[in-house]
């Protein structure tokens, strides 16, 4: 055990050079609670001015390519968002799996792509409603962790997260009973494939409608190692209390 919390942001498509400010008052509250490790992931345009606004959090990336370069208009590989300051990035979050059509297989090569570069990685799974309310949400999740996990996963460059696709944005999330119960499931998961040791190492986050009012809650279930944050990271107001209850 002893897995140090991890709280992330996702801006998703959000974020102007006008939110740099927001950066920095989130890398202030940061600096005050080492014992969380605390990021934001933003659009790839503000990695290089949030890179320099970040004081103790990190700053991090939504997606990558899986090739180092070449011929791919409008991609951005892992090199160029490390060298632009990124040291986390996203892959396989739900809306590039369902808007991009990324399968299992390219989000493990995003994800090596980017430990290539030296970069740690939030890997998300998450079931739709349809297979959460046919009861079997726990096989399929479990199943597209292990599809979508790459070679040499180790707790010190891959976190998971767990983000339900039906409580994205919508400030509903499962019961608690729930969530323990999956996050159970998946270092099971986990465990058959990397072994118990390096399974009780990684960090398993859940994502989905988490803000100040339930974050304390989730955070206390002994499998959830912290949150992938999308609405409530925006503004250090709302983020504050997020990272206080980790
Ligand atoms: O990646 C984070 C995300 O999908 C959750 O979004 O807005 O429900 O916190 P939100």
Redesign the pocket.
């Known amino acids: 055990m002893g897995r140090r919390k991890l709280v992330a942001g996702?801006w998703k498509m959000n974020g102007m050079k006008s939110h740099l400010a927001e950066i920095e008052a989130i890398g202030r509250i940061a600096a005050e609670r080492p014992v969380v490790e605390v990021g934001i992931c933003v659009p790839a345009t503000l990695i290089m001015a949030a890179a320099e606004r970040k004081g103790g959090a990190f700053i991090g990336a939504q997606d990558c390519h899986m090739n180092a370069s070449g011929a791919h208009t409008g991609c951005l590989s892992a090199d160029m968002l490390a060298e632009a300051g990124a040291e986390y990035i996203?892959v396989g979050?739900?809306?590039r799996r369902e808007a991009q059509g990324e399968s299992d297989a390219d989000v493990a090569a995003k994800a090596l792509a980017a430990k290539a570069a030296g970069l740690k990685v939030i890997l998300?799974v998450g079931e739709s409603l349809d297979v959460r309310d046919a009861g079997n949400a726990e096989a399929v999740v479990c199943d597209q962790l292990l599809a979508s996990l790459p070679q040499g996963a180790a707790a010190d460059w891959l976190a998971i997260?767990y983000?339900p696709i039906w409580?994205?944005?919508?400030g509903r999330i499962p019961t608690m009973e729930a969530v323990a119960s999956m996050h159970a499931a998946l270092r099971a998961a986990l465990a058959s494939r990397i072994g118990a040791h390096e399974a009780d190492a990684m960090r398993i986050l859940y994502?989905?409608?988490?803000s100040g009012d339930n974050a304390a809650e989730l955070m206390a279930i002994p499998d959830v190692d912290g949150g992938?944050?999308?609405?409530?990271s925006l503004t250090a107001a709302k983020f504050g209390p997020v990272i206080a209850a980790a």
């Open positions: 996702n996203i979050h739900s809306e998300c997260a983000e409580a994205i944005g919508t994502g989905g409608s988490m992938l944050v999308g609405g409530a």
